[in-house]
């Protein structure tokens, strides 16, 4: 299961060329196998900004990492969970 989510980021990245990607893409095919009523389920906000390829990469392993911490011991293991991933662009 781990090796199809981080094959989705590594899908994204190849439609990419392997350069700079989109978070929300990032984010959204991470939990997406998490999210079977993903609008209910998962609030995701943040500023349009693009992560190079390697970053994109670790952004992925690590959100993969929560949902399936949320999914067998936190929100997603009761019906009415919520998960909400955010980020913010400081410069």
Do not use: C
């Amino acid at each position: 299961m781990a090796d199809d989510k981080l094959s989705k980021a590594h899908d994204l990245l190849t439609q990419r060329d392997w350069e700079a990607v989109n978070v929300t893409h990032i984010v959204q095919r991470a939990v997406s196998p998490f999210a079977a009523e993903a609008d209910s389920r998962f609030e995701i906000t943040g500023p349009d900004v693009e992560i190079s390829a390697e970053r994109a990469l670790q952004l992925a392993m690590v959100l993969h990492e929560l949902a399936t911490n949320a999914a067998k011991y936190g929100a997603l293991s009761k019906l009415t969970g919520t998960v909400k991933i955010a980020w913010e662009l400081y410069v």
